[in-house]
């Protein structure tokens, strides 16, 4: 089987579509299917890391925003124009900007199935970055163009129970499977707690409480903040850890500083997940997260694969992963009760290692091979029902599921 991902960010971007693109694709390979990724070219220099799988399209800066790129549309469809010769089953579309227009009108041209990934709740978005808007009306408009998009292609992928209730909710009725991005195998493979303290200078008794993720507004980091004077009275040695790059980095860096924890609150920047970034999960004493937009949240994930004990609150698509036996301690999004749980575990480091052993053996079961196949089959239901048969399955096993569900 031979599938067309289309995407409008992609490394050098770092996020959370970025990596679901990339872990399945890696997976996928494995299973038998091959992929081509069309994505922004970021800068004039080429990415090291690409392959001749990957097409990167000039792109100019998106106004307002320097971590984001916007494909040029002549070069886009000269792009895919050059692959109109190559046989593709289906075409999946990673994002709703050009991307999804482009892969729509590619798909349709083709005669080939179109599916997409709804990876954000942009409605929870547009208030932040169009603040002019009044928010009543962003999430109108947010929806109008949701319900839009989602109606132009064959079938939705969520990647959580909690989203696909979302997009129903909100009138979506294209058929909608729920397919998290798994963890692959190296994400449990234990850092090095001492490396990351000598790198940052940090000493080896002081407890690290982390976050991780982009340093975004949406991410709700500014209530982490907050909660952590509550830890810091009980806990004066403890140190908040924020790894990640975003545009409220200065905002949050303001607002430690205003509330006098300008020495106990260290922002680390990015870290390389092949190595620095599970250096610095086995460095914390416990995960925070409170973030009320994601879809998955797949550091939650992360953390626990590194047997990092987890305090968060519970919105959205993170309802998916923080249930009973995970290893978090799932507390209201409240101050005082998140200061506390925070203090609680940092209190109780007996405690806490049951729960990280916990969370670790959670982890397991969110392989990334396991979701890859689960994709797989997802696809060659789509060929199936759009009669076009893939080479990856036989017409047999086709023949088979297809009368099954008769």
């Not at 299917?33 to 998106?62: E, M, N, W």
């Not at 106004?63 to 075409?91: C, I, N, S, T, Y």
């Not at 680390?268 to 009320?292: K, M, P, T």
């Not at 519970?314 to 209201?332: F, K, M, N, Y």
Request: proline share 6%; net charge positive; with cysteine.
């Amino acid at each position: 089987m031979r599938v067309l991902f289309i995407s409008d960010v992609y490394f050098p971007r770092v996020n959370g579509v970025s990596t679901s693109i990339a872990t399945f694709r890696a997976d996928l390979a494995a299973a038998g299917v091959d992929t081509t990724l069309i994505v922004p070219q970021y800068g004039a220099a080429p990415i090291a890391s690409d392959t001749a799988s990957i097409v990167r399209v000039p792109s100019r800066p998106v106004p307002r925003d320097h971590e984001d790129r916007l494909m040029r549309w002549g070069a886009l469809q000269r792009a895919l124009h050059a692959l109109k010769d190559q046989r593709f089953d289906l075409v999946h579309v990673h994002t709703p900007f050009l991307a999804h227009y482009a892969g729509v009108r590619f798909a349709r041209a083709a005669g080939i199935p179109v599916v997409e990934t709804y990876h954000t709740y942009f409605e929870e978005y547009v208030h932040h970055y169009v603040p002019l808007l009044p928010r009543a009306l962003g999430r109108r408009l947010a929806r109008a163009i949701t319900r839009s998009q989602c109606a132009q292609v064959d079938a939705l992928v969520s990647p959580s129970a909690p989203m696909q209730e979302m997009l129903a909710s909100i009138g979506v009725r294209t058929p909608v499977t729920v397919i998290p991005t798994g963890l692959p195998a190296e994400r449990f493979v234990r850092g090095d707690a001492l490396r990351f303290r000598a790198g940052q200078a940090i000493p080896a008794g002081r407890p690290l409480v982390l976050y991780v993720g982009r340093v975004a507004h949406e991410k709700n980091i500014g209530f982490l903040i907050d909660c952590f004077v509550d830890v810091r009275r009980s806990r004066p040695d403890a140190l908040l850890v924020i790894a990640g790059e975003g545009p409220a980095q200065e905002a949050l860096k303001s607002q430690a500083e205003r509330l006098g924890l300008a020495r106990d609150v260290m922002f680390v920047g990015y870290l390389d997940r092949a190595g620095a970034l599970a250096d610095c999960y086995a460095a914390a004493a416990v995960f925070v997260f409170a973030s009320r937009t994601e879809t998955q949240g797949l550091v939650l994930l992360e953390a626990m694969a590194q047997g990092c004990p987890v305090v968060s609150t519970a919105h959205l698509g993170t309802v998916s992963i923080l249930q009973d036996g995970s290893g978090a301690w799932v507390v209201p999004e409240e101050r005082a009760a998140f200061a506390r749980a925070v203090i609680d575990t940092l209190g109780d480091p007996q405690r806490a290692a049951r729960y990280g052993a916990q969370a670790r053996e959670y982890a397991q079961r969110w392989s990334s091979r396991l979701m890859a196949q689960r994709m797989r089959d997802f696809y060659a239901g789509q060929c199936l029902q759009a009669k076009i048969p893939s080479p990856a399955i036989s017409p047999v096993v086709l023949r088979e599921r297809h009368e099954s569900q008769s």
